[in-house]
């Protein structure tokens, strides 16, 4: 069994502990990674992230079992906590931090990279603020990032022509569970600017609970609103949402 501790980017922190094996190439064992500055991690993914990162940082344990045997690929997580510390979102070229997360962390995390599943038990977000719009076109800027990374995934590629048929089934899509979604303490504004005078809607504090999401189709999730609106009145909703279509019944007490 072997060890290793290394400092990263500073403060960063990388702790590795278990077992290695060269023929087959096989490995198990424990990761701690922390204090890693998430700036300094998205500048190596380059335009591949449709967003900037301004500021936050992030750690991450867990423990995995990797092998490689027979040309099949075998990689899973367990018991995997993630923790993002302040950490503020950017459109590309703009100055502004368009939503801001003060803490997120997620818990009993499981990966399998054969079954193309990825689950955390629970996710939890504490404190924040999000500065959302529609544009005079009508379209949301949530924060100008949406809309870019879907145009990033339907450009085309542009290194030569298009590749021939595969031959290969297609692999089936990852399938993401996240039985139990928190947070507390948001601040939300949001704002209609395709009419005049702009409408200015004020949420804070705003706490939401998401029960059963999966990214299985037809998924229906429960979801339960709490917030103070405008500073003065308050908002609480329960629905219960079929993701599909986006349709909803909910009680809402105003």
Do not use: M
């Not at 100008?144 to 031959?167: I, S, V």
């Not at 005049?196 to 999966?214: E, W």
């Not at 609106?229 to 279509?245: E, F, I, S």
């Amino acid at each position: 069994r072997y060890r290793f501790d290394a400092r990263v980017f500073g403060d960063g922190e990388v702790s590795w502990e278990g077992t290695l094996q060269a023929a087959p190439l096989a490995s198990e064992g424990e990761f701690t990674l922390g204090k890693l500055p998430l700036p300094r991690i998205a500048a190596y993914l380059g335009d591949a992230l449709p967003l900037d990162i301004n500021r936050g940082s992030l750690a991450l344990r867990g423990r995995y079992a990797y092998a490689d045997a027979a040309g099949t690929l075998q990689f899973d997580l367990a018991d995997t906590e993630l923790k993002l510390a302040g950490v503020a979102l950017r459109a590309r070229g703009n100055a502004a931090d368009y939503v801001v997360l003060d803490s997120l962390q997620a818990s009993g995390g499981r990966v399998s990279l054969a079954a193309r599943k990825l689950e955390f038990a629970a996710l939890a977000i504490d404190g924040g603020t999000v500065s959302a719009w529609l544009t005079p076109e009508g379209e949301l800027n949530l924060p100008g990032l949406l809309g870019e990374a879907r145009e990033a995934a339907g450009r085309p590629a542009d290194d030569g022509p298009a590749p021939a048929a595969a031959t290969a089934p297609p692999q089936q899509d990852w399938e993401v569970r996240l039985p139990a979604i928190a947070a507390s303490n948001l601040d939300v504004t949001l704002e209609d600017r395709s009419v005049q005078p702009v409408v200015s809607l004020h949420l804070a504090p705003l706490g939401f609970r998401v029960n059963d999401y999966s990214s299985r189709p037809g998924t229906v999730v429960k979801l339960d609103v709490d917030s103070v609106v405008n500073g003065k009145g308050t908002l609480r909703t329960a629905a219960v949402v079929a993701l599909d279509t986006l349709s909803a019944q909910a009680d809402i007490e105003l």
